[in-house]
T-cell receptor, first 112, second 109 residues
Framework: ETGVTQTPRHLVMGMTNKKSLKCEQHLGHNAMYWYKQSAKKPLELMFVYNFKEQTENNSVPSRFSPECPNSSHLFLHLHTLQPEDSALYLC???????????FGPGTRLTVT | RKEVEQDPGPFNVPEGATVAFNCTYSNSASQSFFWYRQDCRKEPKLLMSVYSSGNEDGRFTAQLNRASQYISLLIRDSKLSDSATYLCVVIPSGYKLSFGAGTTVTVRA
């Protein structure tokens, strides 16, 4: 595997479900990110981890819970989501300067 | 005012044409600028950085106008494969990137 991978690629969940998104980067980067992309809107930064430490939480609701066990893996735990949370969730990684982001293919999430 | 604003388009151009579009940013202290490309249902990928003096990468030319606070992207001799959404990215400070919503370009045969 190369680059940044994400699983699952598609997810449909009810508002009472609990699910997790997984991201893995094979680039040796030190920073990992979660972004939300909704139709016709700019990418919204959700969380940033540098060397496994969370350095940014962009006022994200607590129903989204990130986890970064090491520099190569990042999770986004989801629970009691709302229909407006339906979006494309993109994971990215970079060297610590954060200037060149490498994105994964994303998880397209639908909350019913 | 949004941090980064782009004309959403779409810009529909024939093959071989030149297409150009701008992106405005609100923070005059911004130091770094980029263009990312996002194909339909794919992830964004870095297209090119934008330098103060302007820069070219093949058929793509990026320019920065600090006085008017905008960057531009020009695509010469458009190819069908250039059809995509182009995302403007500005770093107002530190390492936190601000994305525009994107400009969609469609190149037709």
């Amino acid at each position: 595997e190369t680059g940044v991978t994400q699983t699952p690629r598609h997810l449909v969940m009810g508002m009472t479900n609990k699910k997790s998104l997984k991201c893995e980067q094979h680039l040796g980067h030190n920073a990992m990110y979660w972004y939300k992309q909704s139709a016709k809107k700019p990418l919204e930064l959700m969380f940033v981890y540098n060397f496994k430490e969370q350095t940014e939480n962009n006022s994200v609701p607590s129903r989204f819970s990130p986890e970064c066990p090491n520099s190569s893996h990042l999770f986004l735990h989801l629970h009691t989501l709302q229909p407006e949370d339906s979006a494309l969730y993109l994971c990215a990684s970079s060297q610590e300067n954060g200037r060149d982001l490498y994105f994964g293919p994303g998880t397209r999430l639908t909350v019913t | 005012r949004k941090e980064v604003e782009q004309d959403p388009g779409p810009f529909n151009v024939p093959e071989g044409a030149t297409v150009a579009f701008n992106c405005t940013y609100s923070n005059s202290a911004s130091q770094s600028f980029f263009w990312y490309r996002q194909d339909c249902r794919k992830e964004p990928k870095l297209l090119m950085s934008v330098y103060s003096s302007g820069n070219e990468d093949g058929r793509f030319t990026a320019q920065l106008n600090r006085a008017s606070q905008y960057i531009s992207l020009l695509i010469r001799d458009s190819k069908l494969s250039d059809s995509a959404t182009y995302l403007c990215v500005v770093i107002p400070s530190g390492y936190k990137l601000s994305f525009g919503a994107g400009t969609t370009v469609t190149v037709r045969a």
